[in-house]
């Protein structure tokens, strides 16, 4: 089956140049409201979410045991070009869906995690006791995240993540003052203040 082609473009012409205005194909994908209906597009997408809301922590769970498995690799092959991006990728999905998750204080350790993986100059300097702290966190604030402290506790958690990553970095990348700038920048993972 061929599709139909195209209406050609309009064009007005003036004295020093044209004006090409292409058919707007997109008109033809647009549902038309009747009078007093409301089509609301958010309205929708958000009545969408609320029903995959039960599989969330589920999903969050998954993506912790995917954290870990990462993690469990780095610690028995050592970092690698693989188990490296493993465990970044890992920490960024979390630190991507953990507020669409619900689990928005994740976000910020996982950031955390992320800026230590991908601002150490060499991988195997990488200290795997601060990825297992990283690590574990992430894992304990999913796990407890029905306590009404949850997001005093991951604060705390997070700023002190924060510090001895930013001390690491600073110390691995002294003698790149520029890049240096750059990477200790204030956090701006969402979450990082609650």
């Given at each position: 089956?061929?599709?139909?082609?195209?209406?050609?473009?309009?064009?007005t012409t003036y004295a020093d140049h044209e004006v090409i205005t292409p058919h707007n194909r997109l008109r033809?994908?647009?549902?038309?409201?009747?009078?007093?209906?409301?089509?609301?597009?958010?309205?929708?997408?958000?009545?969408?979410?609320?029903?995959?809301?039960?599989?969330?922590?589920?999903?969050?769970?998954?993506?912790?045991?995917?954290?870990?498995?990462?993690?469990?690799?780095?610690?028995?092959?050592?970092?690698?070009?693989?188990?490296?991006?493993?465990?970044?990728?890992?920490?960024?999905?979390?630190?991507?869906?953990?507020?669409?998750?619900?689990?928005?204080?994740?976000?910020?350790?996982?950031?955390?995690?992320?800026?230590?993986?991908?601002?150490t100059p060499d991988m195997a300097r990488i200290p795997l006791m601060l990825v297992d702290q990283h690590v574990?966190?992430?894992?304990?604030?999913?796990?407890?995240s029905a306590r009404a402290d949850i997001a005093t506790i991951a604060e705390t958690l997070n700023r002190r993540?924060?510090?001895?990553?930013?001390?690491?970095?600073?110390?691995?990348?002294?003698?790149?003052?520029?890049?240096?700038?750059?990477?200790?920048?204030?956090?701006?993972?969402?979450?990082?203040?609650?």
């Open positions: 089956m061929s599709r139909a082609k195209s209406p050609e473009p309009s064009v033809g994908a647009l549902s038309m409201v009747g009078a007093g209906e409301t089509d609301d597009a958010v309205a929708r997408a958000e009545h969408a979410l609320a029903q995959l809301e039960g599989e969330f922590s589920g999903w969050m769970q998954e993506e912790c045991e995917r954290l870990d498995r990462a993690r469990g690799a780095v610690k028995t092959e050592g970092f690698s070009k693989a188990t490296h991006e493993a465990l970044f990728h890992s920490a960024h999905d979390i630190k991507g869906e953990a507020a669409t998750f619900g689990y928005p204080w994740v976000a910020a350790i996982a950031d955390s995690l992320c800026r230590l993986i991908e601002h574990d966190a992430v894992r304990a604030m999913v796990r407890e993540l924060r510090e001895v990553t930013d001390e690491f970095l600073a110390h691995e990348n002294s003698g790149r003052p520029d890049y240096l700038d750059g990477i200790l920048a204030p956090a701006t993972a969402p979450g990082e203040h609650f």
